[in-house]
């Protein structure tokens, strides 16, 4: 394919495909390159909004590390580390909202198209960077998915920093008054627990101590570069003040990521549980390998998983899902998609930059 460019756009995709026929007469530059597929990142909203300080989001970084060259899996990841050690961030590693014993327990996932590799940590305590251990289990172990306390000391045999804590004032702040609105219930009746802890979640979310996006929250960022490598990467906090050992989505292939090198990549955020029960990343993915667009392959997994949420307590009056849930969607072509449950954002970046876009919902309006 041949694409007029302008010096702007040439800038970034000369870098990323290495094959440019150049006017070299030119005065205002009529640039003419060979290309295969538009290099793109998607990710959830927060790829496009926390900085940690420094002057580039996630999508930014991960865009112009992947169209200088840098493997597109490592690209996407520190895309995500940003949001991971930015302590705004109450969804996503350091800062991230703790369980109900105010413990912060990560979870995260990785996988490689070109490689066929996938690497995934689950109740990862005391490191700020969970992306960073599940690519370590991907690169240095025979196995996809490490869990619970060991990973921790894995970790630590790779040179990791463990901290203590990874509260910071807020997250820990906000787990206190929690605590305090939920303790006297505590263990009695789990079903009863959790109802209650929901409510007093949903209260302090209206009383303007949690963000309304953090209650669930995540980062999945994924990237396809100009040759058509895709890599993805997801990283999460996990819902708030789970019961401690909750595992969500994030960590769980085919759910919260699925990257198939020749197909496409697919990631979530929101409600893990529904994501588990129908592995709506794998699900995407197999239905743009039969040919649909990303858009319309997670449009289906919606549909699934709408189609499998039956219990009252999980459904609102109109009978549809009480809950958000969206996917992060690339292609082998560089198409992309972001799609929810309800209206909601995603981020991208292309040549032409950063953007924050809406995504497409399967309902109108707010669960
Ligand atoms: N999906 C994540 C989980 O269930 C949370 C989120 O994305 O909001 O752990």
Redesign the pocket.
């Known amino acids: 394919m041949s694409r007029k460019l302008s010096r702007r756009n040439f800038v970034v995709s000369s870098a990323a495909t290495g094959m440019m026929i150049s006017n070299s007469s030119a005065k205002a530059p009529t640039l003419w390159i060979q290309r295969g597929v538009k290099p793109v990142v998607v990710s959830?909203s927060n790829g496009n909004r926390f900085k940690n300080g420094g002057d580039a989001t996630c999508v930014v970084t991960a865009f112009k590390m992947m169209t200088q060259g840098a493997d597109v899996l490592d690209a996407v990841i520190a895309g995500v580390n940003i949001v991971e050690l930015d302590p705004e961030d109450t969804?996503v590693g350091y800062g991230g909202l703790p369980n109900a014993d105010g413990v912060v327990q990560l979870?995260s996932s990785c996988m490689h198209g070109p490689k066929k590799r996938a690497g995934a940590v689950a109740c990862v305590e005391g490191v700020r960077t969970p992306s960073l251990v599940a690519k370590a289990v991907l690169e240095q172990t025979d196995h996809h998915l490490l869990v619970g306390k060991d990973v921790q000391q894995f970790a630590r045999n790779l040179g990791f920093k463990i901290e203590d804590d990874l509260n910071t004032d807020r997250s820990r702040k906000a787990w206190l008054e929690w605590k305090r609105r939920t303790d006297s219930e505590h263990y009695l009746d789990p079903q009863k627990r959790s109802e209650i802890g929901m409510a007093k979640t949903m209260e302090m979310v209206n009383e303007g101590w949690i963000d309304p996006q953090?209650?669930?929250?995540?980062i999945n960022c994924n990237g396809v570069n100009a040759k058509g490598e895709i890599c993805g990467v997801t990283t999460?906090s996990?819902?708030a003040f789970?019961i401690p050992g909750?595992?969500?989505?994030?960590p769980i292939l085919g759910a919260?990521l699925y990257v198939d090198g020749e197909v496409g990549a697919a990631g979530?955020?929101?409600?893990?549980?529904a994501?588990l029960f129908n592995l709506c990343s794998f699900l995407i993915v197999e239905n743009m390998r039969r040919g649909l667009h990303p858009k319309d392959a997670g449009m289906e997994a919606l549909k699934r998983i709408k189609a499998n949420t039956i219990e009252k307590r999980l459904l609102n009056n109109k009978g549809n899902p009480n809950f958000g849930?969206n996917f992060y969607i690339v292609n082998a072509k560089g198409e992309y998609a972001g799609v929810s449950m309800y209206e909601s954002k995603y981020a991208v970046c292309t040549e032409n930059g950063p953007q924050t876009l809406d995504t497409e919902p399967l309902f109108k309006g707010k669960p």
Do not use: A
Request: neutral net charge; aromatic residues 4%; proline residues 0%.
């Open positions: 959830s969804s979870d953090h209650v669930f929250g995540t999460t996990g819902l789970k909750r595992v969500g989505d994030s919260g979530s955020t929101g409600r893990g549980e994501n849930i």
